[in-house]
């Protein structure tokens, strides 16, 4: 099994949840080139997670199209299940899945404040315990990896920058920050790595508005100094080089993908 420079993830079984669409969709499509079989969970769009499977599968990779709603227990059990059935084990969980529901504090209900909350929070919590559960079950086995799994906590710029009219979205991200590196500090001697990513203004349907047109674009690209938005990609490389040997020693840290963005960049003339 090749496990060089251009198939790091080769031989290796990784599920990445919010995985049709967005940059769950492009962290799947690049893990299955790096040679992981990739389980792609999505929520309603099944069609879409159907056509990266056949995408992937027209490469020569691997993949499994997982319908489950993250924030459900049973669900997300059933999904795992679903997922060793079909290839024995699982290495890598890529808890990606996120929503955004805006909304100005005063007039944000109680169902826009729990439902972020439920999906990006508690749902990584339940696919990363229910991954945790399957890791100790798999202790001791052969693998492919120096590490004996990793899990990749799919955070935002938000965990940090504090975002006013997005207050459930922020204090979501705000969590995964702290579960993470608590999940790191618990799971590291079982030899699982455990790291988020922080993406900045990535280019997906999820913040459409603030990049559509050319006056949206040119207000975004203030906060960023890189000067461009994101592509998926960006961030889907950043994981795979997260889940690879390439970062065995990194434990417990966000990397943030943001083209600076959390450098401030209103200070550059101010201050
Ligand atoms: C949000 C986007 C936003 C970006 C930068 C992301 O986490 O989902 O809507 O553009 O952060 O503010």
Redesign the pocket.
Known sequence: MSKDGLRPLAGQKAIVTGGSSGIGAAVAAVFAAAGAAVGINYHSNGAAAEQIVEDIGAKGGEALALKADVAREDQVADMFSRFTDRFGQLDILVANS?I?LDAPTVAMTLDQWQRVLDVNLTGQFLCAREAARLFKMQEGRDRDSRAASKIICMS???EVIP?AGHLN?AAA?GGIMMMMKTLAQELAPNGTRVNGIA???IRTA??RD?WETPEAEKKLLELIPYGRVGEPEDVARAAVWLASDASDYVVGTTLYVDGG?TLYPAFRENG
């Open positions: 996120g955004q935002s710029v938000h975002w979205y991200k993406p900045g203004a999820i913040n603030a963005m």
